[in-house]
């Protein structure tokens, strides 16, 4: 059964600081992965997809690789801001059109 | 502009009552999903449906009860046999490009 793990938890950064959060899956057979941010009481806000046949994807500050073969994936926001201040959650799609299946997230906060 | 509207944003429900959360896109997807949000548990799949009038059991089914009578639809019923409702829930929508969420419902028992 896949199962997805993000590391750390939890993360405090002075604002400008360049980070990245990790992500791990136990079953290398994926369609796709997708980074998503959620505000406080909110809904999720996808971020980056990544489709199985490629490596990264970049928005902005934001940029995720894909590293199927070691059951990888990073996100890496640059030069961080406290509006970056939210929890990141990252998932894995089996196989078209299934369900997401996700990581616990890690809330990260950015003080100014 | 296209979009998940779920309704209500909050909900009390009281002990032995069902309660229907409602989930509308108009985005013209066919596959469409409720989860379940716990603190500290992650995102937990309640129902799926990938097509109108078909649906399957995700991993916390029990106590649950969904439909797709519609293309544009896919209400949740939390019954009384769903013994802990209190949590926050998410439905979203889905095509091969990626997922939609809506905006949530928190539903508490009193």
């Known amino acids: 059964k896949q199962e997805v793990t993000q590391i750390p938890a939890a993360l405090s950064v002075p604002e400008g600081e360049n980070l990245v959060l990790n992500c791990s899956f136990t079953d290398s057979a994926i369609y796709n992965l997708q980074w998503f941010r959620q505000d406080p009481g909110k809904g999720l806000t996808s971020l980056l997809l990544i489709q199985s046949s490629q490596r990264e994807q970049t928005s902005g500050r934001l940029n995720a690789s894909l590293d199927k073969s070691s059951g990888r994936s990073t996100l890496y926001i640059a030069a961080s801001q406290p509006g970056d201040s939210a929890t990141y959650l990252c998932?894995?799609?089996?196989?078209?059109?299934?369900?997401?299946?996700f990581g616990k997230g890690t809330t990260l906060s950015v003080s100014s | 502009d296209g979009g998940i509207t779920q309704s209500p944003k909050y909900l009390f429900r009281k002990e032995g009552q069902n309660v229907t959360l409602s989930c509308e896109q108009n985005?013209?997807?066919?596959?469409m999903y409720w989860y379940r949000q716990d603190p500290g548990q992650g995102l937990r799949l309640i129902y799926y449906s990938q097509i109108v009038n078909d649906f399957q059991k995700g991993d916390i089914a029990e106590g649950y009860s969904v439909s797709r009578e519609k293309k544009e639809s896919f209400p949740l019923t939390v019954t009384s046999a769903q013994k802990n409702p209190t949590a926050f829930y998410l439905c979203a929508s889905s095509t091969l490009l990626g997922y939609t969420f809506g905006s949530g419902t928190r539903l508490t028992v009193v």
């Open positions: 998932a894995v799609m089996a196989g078209a059109g299934t369900a997401l299946i």
């Open positions: 985005l013209n997807h066919d596959a």
